[in-house]
């Protein structure tokens, strides 16, 4: 069983940036695909981004798209999300996830492991 744990949350002004770390162990991730999502408060949890085993396909929600990078370091067995032109919307716990679909997924269901999240908060 993988363990992952996020870091890099805080409160940043909008139009400000971010960059959350998401740090594997107990068992490698080069071969899964890994993703990242979010709950807002009183809102549904929703798919942000998905990076395949490799690092050469990535896939984002619309919402997201052109702010947002996910990468990987597989040496390292970290996963990273970028964002920029944070706007009040965003704010959320971020979840890291791993995914047995070694190309990634965007659907939840597709995950067997968590992260317990890290909250970002962003000011108007």
């Known amino acids: 069983q993988v363990q992952l744990i996020e870091s890099g949350g805080g409160l940043v002004q909008a139009g400000g940036s971010l960059r959350l770390s998401c740090a594997a162990s107990?068992?490698?991730?080069?071969?899964?695909?890994m993703g990242w999502f979010r709950r807002a408060p009183r809102k549904d949890r929703e798919f942000v981004a998905t990076?395949?085993?490799?690092?050469?396909?990535?896939r984002y929600s619309d919402s997201v798209k052109g702010r947002f990078t996910i990468s990987r370091d597989n040496a390292q067995n970290m996963v990273y999300l970028r964002m920029s032109s944070l706007q009040p919307d965003d704010a959320a716990v971020y979840y890291c996830?791993?995914?047995?679909?070694?190309?990634?997924?965007?659907?939840?269901?597709?995950?067997?492991?968590w992260g317990q999240g890290t909250q970002v908060t962003v000011s108007s």
């Open positions: 107990g068992r490698t991730v080069d071969n899964y695909g």
């Open positions: 996830a791993q995914t047995w679909n070694p190309d990634g997924s965007e659907r939840s269901r597709d995950y067997n492991s």
């Open positions: 990076i395949s085993r490799s690092g050469g396909s990535t």
